[in-house]
């Protein structure tokens, strides 16, 4: 399985050069195998990643901008989905690759592997209380999903700012 990150080597925004070296050098530097796939130079592979990047995946003018990740023919993700999956140490999986032994991601999945045992023992218990237990969310509970709703409506406010500057760049080239 090939890794394809598509790039423009001959962009005019800053931001777009950050992202994409940001995505190849940790690749490189994780010695994950991967391809370069120029958009710039190459109308083939930009007409190849505008058609299989998903539709809820591209931005509102309908083209998505680079780096766009590939495992293969499968849709991995954007700059914004890499640097999700690399922050919660999730890489690999994003990839849709196996974790090399010794990683953080292969220690995770071992926990989950143990948790999810453990939780199958526990359902049984976890089904008669929840039957007991008809009371409403503690009010920790419900601040709780008030804060998380809240920031993400920053964030995705914060997103589109971010993607406004970068189309702003791009017409400008």
Request: with cysteine; hydrophobic share 25%.
């Amino acid at each position: 399985m090939v890794i394809k990150v598509f790039v423009a080597t001959s962009s005019g925004s800053t931001a777009i050069k950050k992202k994409q070296q940001e995505v190849v050098g940790f690749l490189e530097a994780n010695k994950i195998d991967f391809q370069q796939m120029d958009i710039a130079g190459d109308e083939d592979n930009r007409k190849w990643m505008r058609e299989n990047v998903p539709g809820e995946k591209k931005p509102q003018n309908g083209i998505p901008l680079p780096p766009q990740i590939f495992n293969e023919e499968r849709y991995c993700g954007d700059f914004e989905s890499f640097f999700s999956a690399k922050e919660e140490n999730i890489i690999y999986s994003f990839l849709g690759l196996a974790p090399p032994p010794g990683t953080k991601e292969t220690e995770k999945s071992d926990a989950t592997d143990e948790t999810e045992a453990h939780t199958e023992d526990k359902a049984d218990e976890g089904a008669h209380e929840e039957a007991r237990s008809d009371q409403s969310p503690s009010e920790d509970q419900q601040e709780s999903k008030e804060d998380h709703a809240a920031t993400g409506e920053e964030e995705e406010k914060q997103e589109e700012g971010e993607e406004k500057e970068e189309e702003e760049e791009q017409e400008e080239s």
